[in-house]
């Protein structure tokens, strides 16, 4: 983290979990920050942003119930576990998923092809369901088990993220 604000932001989130919890999340803070994503208060979350393309790719914070939760940004992945594909499967199955009008030419928040950067979940008929890409979303119960792929699936966002964001290749 780039300021003590930032680190008092972290550490104030932190001290609300429990220990497993805190493990568990102080390992995804501290890989998104070796990335260069600032953590930001937005409303009683935080948000992590890069310096050189602005766009989130994750957010922590409390539910109702004061369990923790974390969102990623993950849409420019592919070859995700089943559970990941799960996840998506929920976000595009819900009662008003959030289209990806970028396939319609109806959006231009994102850069890059439309279908580079949308989740994409087939369902078990066949057809291929799609989520707007520029929506973190939400991981539950996080294990140890998730922990390396959580880091590849925000490892290749951020490739993705400063190729066509910040017009950087790594």
């Given at each position: ?14 001290s609300t ?13 501290l ?6 994503y ?5 409303r ?15 957010k922590?914070g ?16 592919r ?13 595009v ?13 109806e ?24 989520h707007?890409?520029a ?5 539950p119960h996080?294990?140890?088990?998730d922990?390396?792929e ?5 490892y290749?966002?951020?490739i993705?993220?400063?190729k ?6 790594i």
């Open positions: 983290m780039k300021t003590k604000k930032q680190e008092e932001l972290i550490n104030s989130y932190l979990l429990e220990e497993d919890d805190k493990t568990l999340y102080l390992k995804i803070i890989y998104l920050s070796e990335l260069g600032n953590p930001q208060k937005q009683s979350n935080i948000i992590f942003k890069h310096d050189s393309h602005n766009k989130q790719i994750g922590i409390l539910k109702k119930d004061l369990s923790p939760f974390f969102q990623l940004r993950f849409s420019a992945c070859g995700y576990s089943a559970r990941f594909d799960s996840i998506v499967g929920e976000a199955s819900k009662k008003k998923p959030r289209e990806a009008n970028c396939l319609k030419g959006c231009a928040w994102c850069a890059g092809e439309p279908l580079t950067h949308v989740y994409i979940y087939t369902a078990p008929d066949g057809e291929k369901k799609y707007c890409g929506v973190p979303l939400e991981i996080i294990t140890a088990k922990i390396e959580i880091k590849r699936l925000i290749e966002e951020h993705y993220l400063m066509h964001q910040a017009g950087i290749t």
